[in-house]
């Protein structure tokens, strides 16, 4: 009997030892880890130091975006001796007075894409609710009120003297254009864990560049948690973000703003785009209507985010017209003076009537006259002379249906369907316009091969990236030559025929800088499809060209979204396309 008491002790003992064992081996084996964090948070005090974004500069040395102070409101609970109710009714007239569109009617905001959908009372009394409601979360001993004000509504609040109300300065993304160059930029908002995030443009493109990386000041401590002034001391600096210098320059953008604005206005248009473009690639202009404002982007619906000329995938129309008669030229199967064998009428292919734009036919024109005409019946001949194949290469070539690569997070590739599924009227829609899906930036890319011998270009709008320790500069990147020399040259002559002679696109007694320059254009007018079915009246009209014609420095093209008062190219697009193009000469003192 006592020999078994024995057992069962001696039993009960190697028990214990064991279970003392597995529960050492648990704490210095499996979870020593996380045993020395919390030592290490129990005897050391780290303190997070936040770095800055990187800045981003124009061409011209104007700062586009950088960061400013803002002040976070809070409310100590223990302190706030006001009922929350009072409190609430004080603070949100003067924090909804930051807000510039508080007086704008929803039929207002619904023109301009503001996202108002109560009056002003209505938001007054909801944001003194929600102020009520977080002064009145319990178990609470700081409340966050509201994430951020500027330096004047802190100074108003300040003036009231409401005990347990403070401000903590924070760091906001802050744009000194405010929209001038919102599609080019994009803006910086908050992901899902609540980091500083870069959306759309360039700070969605470069994010990682421009997001610096926070330091840490870590400090001993004693027991109540005071600093040790003999203890260890760990500084590790924030590292900023890289600046960005942009081939965008910001008296261009101006430029275009202005002349864009006045164009949308003057023919009802509901949008459109202007690029500048050297031939080289390197985007020195780009705005689009409609468009938002960089210091209140939330306050926009989030269509307007992308940028329309990388993201705006429209049929081109007849400005594609120069584009694939070059196409046809380098293949040597037609001459600026080839006659059109099939100009003297409507065509119909496949079950469909394709006509010119105003039911006039020449029969027996040259290929300089098509152009000059925008004949479209003369350019399905041009299309069924170069043929299915020849003209795929030739689009895939110029990049249409493929992303550009050009630095803005948004961009779209268009629409190139595979030339399996090309039928004839493919082939014949497709030689004035349509059918064909691009990018204003990838039209105006595909233009550059006309304007430089032949050579396709990557377009750019970043040729600098600078931060503490080193610096990238970026270099025109030509990608492939498209076309022969001598055929970027017949081309170039025919396009400033189009403008000297074509009593349709640019009449010399229109505009002056005609008398000066050689300019290179085309307009063209593409009829937007709706339902499978193109309609008429709403149209997308365009200019593209390039200035001056003998030695292009830059490509300009136009574009105006649905104009009511005028539907064609020449006539709206038209105007808008030689005041920018007499602007950029004054601008950059271009001489005759």
């Not at 360039?202 to 109540?224: F, M, P, Q, S, V």
């Not at 300019?519 to 009246?537: F, R």
Request: negative net charge; contains cysteine.
């Amino acid at each position: 009997m006592d020999g078994k008491r024995i057992r069962i002790g001696f039993l009960g003992l190697l028990g214990c030892f064991l279970l003392v064992v597995v529960r050492l081996f648990f704490w210095q084996v499996v979870n020593s880890a996380e045993l020395k964090e919390r030592a290490s948070d129990q005897h050391f005090s780290t303190l997070d130091i936040p770095s800055c974004r990187g800045r981003v500069f124009s061409s011209d040395g104007m700062v586009m975006a950088t960061n400013q102070e803002k002040y976070l409101v809070y409310g100590l609970m223990d302190k706030l001796k006001s009922n929350p109710g009072k409190i609430a009714r004080k603070l949100a007239p003067v924090i909804l007075s930051e807000d510039p569109y508080l007086e704008m009617t929803i039929e207002e905001a619904t023109k301009s894409g503001v996202k108002v959908e109560k009056p002003k009372e209505e938001r007054l009394e909801d944001l003194e609710d929600y102020i009520e409601k977080r002064l009145k979360l319990e178990d609470l001993s700081w409340v966050m009120i509201w994430p951020s004000v500027d330096k004047k509504t802190k100074k108003e609040i300040e003036k009231m003297e409401i005990a347990g109300i403070g401000f903590e300065v924070i760091e906001e993304r802050y744009y000194p254009e405010a929209s001038t160059s919102a599609h080019v930029l994009g803006f910086v908002g908050k992901d899902v864990a609540g980091e500083a995030k870069g959306y759309f443009g360039i700070e969605g493109y470069y994010n990682r560049e421009l997001t610096g990386r926070d330091g840490k000041l870590i400090e001993e401590k004693d027991a109540l948690g005071r600093p040790i002034l003999i203890g260890s001391y760990l500084k590790q600096k924030p590292t900023d973000g890289a600046d960005l210098y942009l081939t965008i320059d910001a008296g261009v953008q101006k430029i275009l703003e202005e002349n864009l604005k006045d164009g949308v206005e003057e023919f009802d248009a509901k949008g459109g785009v202007i690029l500048v473009m050297e031939p080289t690639g390197r985007v020195v202009g780009m705005y689009g209507l409609p468009v938002y404002s960089l210091w209140h982007w939330q306050k926009f619906e989030s269509d307007l985010y992308k940028n329309p000329g990388v993201a705006k995938v429209y049929e081109p129309g007849s400005i594609m017209k120069p584009l694939v008669m070059a196409a046809a030229i380098n293949e040597k199967k037609v001459k600026p003076e080839t006659k059109c064998l099939d100009c003297d009428g409507p065509r119909y292919i496949g079950g469909f009537k394709i006509e010119t734009f105003d039911q006039n036919y020449y029969p027996g024109s040259t290929m300089t006259e098509v152009l000059i005409h925008s004949d479209n019946t003369g350019m399905v001949w041009v299309g069924e002379t170069l043929g299915a194949e020849k003209m795929y290469k030739y689009f895939d070539k110029y990049g249409f249906g493929e992303l550009t690569g050009i630095e803005v997070q948004e961009e779209e590739e268009g629409s190139l369907r595979d030339l399996s599924d090309w039928r004839e009227i493919d082939v014949a829609t497709s030689s004035f316009g349509q059918g064909v899906a691009v990018t204003p930036i990838q039209i105006l890319t595909a233009f550059g091969t006309i304007a430089n011998d032949g050579y396709l270009y990557r377009p750019y709008m970043v040729e600098k990236i600078k931060d503490e320790e080193r610096q990238i500069l970026k270099d025109p990147e030509r990608k492939e030559r498209v076309l022969k020399g001598s055929t970027s040259q017949v081309i170039k002559e025919m396009m400033v025929k189009v403008c000297e002679e074509s009593p349709l696109d640019f009449p010399r007694r229109r505009y002056k800088i005609l008398d000066k320059f050689k300019i290179a254009a085309k307009s063209g007018t593409a009829q937007i499809p709706v339902e499978g079915k193109y309609t008429k009246d709403r149209t997308i009209a365009s200019v593209i060209g390039f200035f001056p014609a003998d030695e292009p420095k830059y490509l300009v093209l136009v574009s105006l979204f649905e104009p009511k008062t005028d539907i064609w190219g020449a006539n709206t697009a038209g105007p808008v396309f030689f005041e920018t193009v007499s602007d950029l000469v004054k601008y950059f003192g271009i001489s005759p």
